[in-house]
């Protein structure tokens, strides 16, 4: 199977769907999700749903009429809901982080598991594959990602023993890398370090962080009034700009209080304890242990005409 959808029913029921209404959901990958909103719409509801990666698109198949496939990074959604004329969204979902598939392919460098080309590309047509970023970034910058995105405390050094490797040889394979590094990865943590390490790797080059800001944003915008955002989030960067957002407005968590010291922002919380994973689906699909979702609901229209 491609991928299997994280809390399928839990992000779903969040979204409090209209059947007529507008819906969009950013992260397609296999297709689970949009199909359940899908079944939940009637004939003049739409879906817009959007993956940059050209692998899922393969996942489409037969669409109904009232879905929109949009081959892009969801950072451009403003764009493409101008585009498509649309005047508001009643909802959006958003299945953060890497799918099955791309963990398992091994061609894609995803995985310190295969011996592959050292990409981390979601979309293999532009940017920075990994590779070009360890063999070119200074020592300062791949300290600050390796600190910032994978929270390594040892980056500093784990940065310079990699400057140190490409003086001598180029790093081209997730081996490559791998010996570059180990030797800073104690036995009993190794996994879980590593792991670690390629995410930040690969927020890097993706630019997650900077993508999603710009989707909750936009998001922020184009919800119309009593319109649900659900969102799930598999590490805590991802989930702090969420929550910030919802609790905020804004991902850095800027209060702005009003003159009785209310928090001014466009949405209402509707889980306040994050919704996890049941331990059925835990076991079944390991790639949920991690998974955090958060659903709020627009209470201000902010959308500038």
Not at 29 to 36: I, M, N, P
Not at 83 to 108: C, P
Not at 255 to 282: C, H, L, M
Not at 294 to 299: D, L, N, P, T
Request: proline share 3%.
């Amino acid at each position: 199977m491609y991928h299997i959808p994280v809390l399928l029913n839990e992000s779903i029921d969040g979204l409090d769907i209209r059947p007529g209404g507008i819906y969009v959901d950013v992260t397609f990958g296999g297709g689970g999700h949009s199909r359940e909103i899908l079944r939940r719409l009637n004939g003049t509801g739409r879906l817009f749903s959007f993956d940059q990666d050209a692998d899922a698109e393969q996942n489409i198949g037969e669409a109904p009429e009232n879905f929109t496939f949009v081959r892009s990074n969801f950072r451009y959604l403003d764009n493409w809901m101008r585009y498509y004329g649309v005047d508001h969204i009643d909802g959006l979902l958003a299945d953060l982080g890497v799918s099955s598939h791309h963990f398992d392919d091994e061609t894609r460098g995803f995985s310190f598991r295969f011996d592959a080309p050292l990409d981390m590309r979601m979309n293999k047509r532009a940017g920075m594959t990994a590779a070009d970023i360890v063999n070119t970034y200074e020592e300062e910058r791949l300290a600050d990602i390796f600190y910032l995105y994978g929270e390594m405390k040892n980056s500093r050094k784990i940065a310079s023993a990699l400057v140190k490797y490409r003086q001598q040889e180029k790093i081209e394979t997730t081996q490559d890398f791998l010996k570059a590094v180990e030797p800073f990865f104690k036995r009993e943590r190794e996994k879980k370090d590593m792991a670690k390490l390629f995410q930040a790797l690969r927020i890097e080059v993706n630019h997650e962080m900077d993508a999603l800001r710009e989707m909750l944003y936009a998001a922020t915008k184009w919800l119309g009034e009593g319109g649900r955002l659900s969102v799930i989030t598999y590490h805590s960067l991802e989930d702090r700009i969420v929550k910030n957002i919802i609790k905020t407005g804004n991902a850095e968590g800027k209060r702005n209080e009003d003159f009785f010291g209310r928090v001014s922002t466009p949405y209402k919380a509707v889980n306040n304890k994050v919704i996890v994973p049941d331990d059925d689906e835990q076991r079944e699909n390991p790639r949920s242990r991690s998974a955090k979702l958060r659903i709020a609901e627009k209470i201000e229209n902010e959308k500038e005409e």
